[in-house]
Each structure stands twice: as structure tokens, then as C-alpha cells.
């Protein structure tokens, strides 16, 4: 199994909006609307910020959204924050029924 | 309040069988939907799915691993334990035991074991 492609890195500053990319295709992607995203701070656990492509579980700031098209899911983060700086990652559910990661963007927050 | 916590060695020999130990609360894998995996993350690299086991008891894992990889439950203790055979310096990473697993999403993480092989 693939893992999804994602840019190694973004980078904005504070106030913008910046938007992280997570391609795959018709097998995982593409076709179900299982799409989650996750903030992982240095040295710190993966923290749920997306699920289900555009869902956002209880506490998640709505400066981050979801979004899908076709075959690649989006991660925009609005108002960016100098805490926001972390690595970000995607993962979908695959037609082999097991899920797949992406392999990660570091946000940098000039 | 659902929590979840590894347990295990922290240094194992190339060769060697990493078993793992996940223990939970505030959940039950006996309630329907209800699954726990196994991801992992090199240092500094990405994170890896490796293995989930449900309230029936079906088992997946990934297929580049999956002859080496057992997941098993133990409802009664609330924990779910993972066997990783034939472990090499490649295999060093951080273990995560999270909540969830066949949509992708995974809403708690236990804190993590760093396993290092080494002789």
C-alpha cells in the first residue's frame, strides 16, 4: 500500500491561511470519504484535527477544515498561529479495508 | 475518559520478538465498531500504519509487514497485544497504540514506546 503523497513542506505567517495537499487515488482517496488529518507537535503524540474529510471532533479550533476533490484532500488552516507551527499529517481508508498514512508537511510559521 | 497506554521493551536484539502491550479504558472492544491499531514512526520520519483488530476480532496488516505482525485481544483486561517477529535495526521507532482504525480515524494515542534494536 501506497502512503499518500503530501508537500514535505508549507510555510506562512502569522495570520494568513495556508492550505496542505494529500494525494492519492481511486483506491483510497478518491473513493471514500474517510479522510482524516493529524497535528503532531515535536516529541508530542498525533492529535485528531479532521475526520470523515470535513468533520471536526470536539475542541478543534474552526480555524482547520477539510476538504476533498477527486482524488486529493485538503487541509486549510486560517488564521495562522505561531502554535500552529507542527507536522501535519493525512490518512485515508484503502479498498484493502486498512487504513494508509501520508508521509507528512512540516508547517513552518515565519 | 478514554486513555490507552503501551507497555514493553525498550531494547530488543536484532532477531529478536518484540511483544507489545496496549491497555485501555473508558471503552470496550467488545462494543460493535469499536477497533484498535498499531502505528509506528522511525525518528524523524513518518507515521505507519501497522495493524488493527475489532470488536469481532477480524485482524489487518499492512502487507509489506504482515508475516512478521500478530494482534490479539484480551476483552476481559481491556488490552490488545502486538507481535513484531524478526526485528532489525530498521524496525526502531516509536509504537503507538491508538483508538479506532478502518475509517482512518484515530481520535485517542497513547503516549507512545520508543523500541530500539540493537545488540
Known amino acids: 500500500q501506497s502512503a499518500l503523497t503530501q508537500p514535505a513542506s508549507v510555510s506562512g505567517s502569522p495570520g494568513q491561511s495556508i492550505t496542505i495537499s494529500c494525494t492519492g487515488t481511486?483506491?483510497?482517496?478518491?473513493?471514500?470519504?474517510?479522510v482524516s488529518w493529524y497535528q503532531q507537535h515535536p516529541g508530542k503524540v498525533p492529535k485528531l484535527l479532521i475526520y470523515?474529510?470535513?468533520n471536526r471532533p470536539s475542541g478543534v479550533s474552526n480555524r482547520f477544515s477539510g476538504s476533498k476533490s477527486v482524488n486529493t484532500a485538503s487541509l486549510t488552516i486560517s488564521g495562522l498561529q505561531v502554535e500552529d507551527e507542527a507536522d501535519y499529517y493525512c490518512s485515508s481508508f484503502t479498498s484493502n479495508t486498512i487504513p494508509v498514512f501520508g508521509g507528512g508537511t512540516k508547517l513552518t510559521v515565519l | 475518559q478514554v486513555t490507552l497506554r503501551e507497555s514493553g521493551p525498550a531494547l530488543v536484539k536484532p532477531t529478536q520478538t518484540l511483544t507489545l502491550t496496549c491497555t485501555f479504558s473508558?471503552?470496550?472492544?467488545?462494543?460493535?465498531?469499536?477497533?484498535v491499531s498499531w502505528i509506528r514512526q522511525a525518528p524523524g520520519k513518518a507515521l505507519e500504519w501497522l495493524a488493527v483488530i475489532d470488536w469481532d476480532d477480524d485482524k489487518y496488516y499492512t502487507p509489506s509487514l504482515k508475516t512478521r505482525l500478530t494482534i490479539s485481544k484480551d476483552t476481559s483486561k481491556n488490552q490488545v497485544v502486538f507481535i513484531m517477529t524478526k526485528m532489525d535495526p530498521v524496525d526502531t521507532a516509536t509504537y503507538y497504540c491508538a483508538r479506532g482504525g478502518y475509517t482512518a480515524e484515530f481520535d485517542y494515542w497513547g503516549q507512545g514506546i520508543l523500541v530500539t534494536v540493537s545488540s
Open positions: 481511486s483506491s483510497d482517496v478518491g473513493g471514500y470519504n474517510y
Open positions: 473508558g471503552f470496550s472492544l467488545s462494543t460493535s465498531g469499536m477497533c
Open positions: 470523515d474529510v470535513s
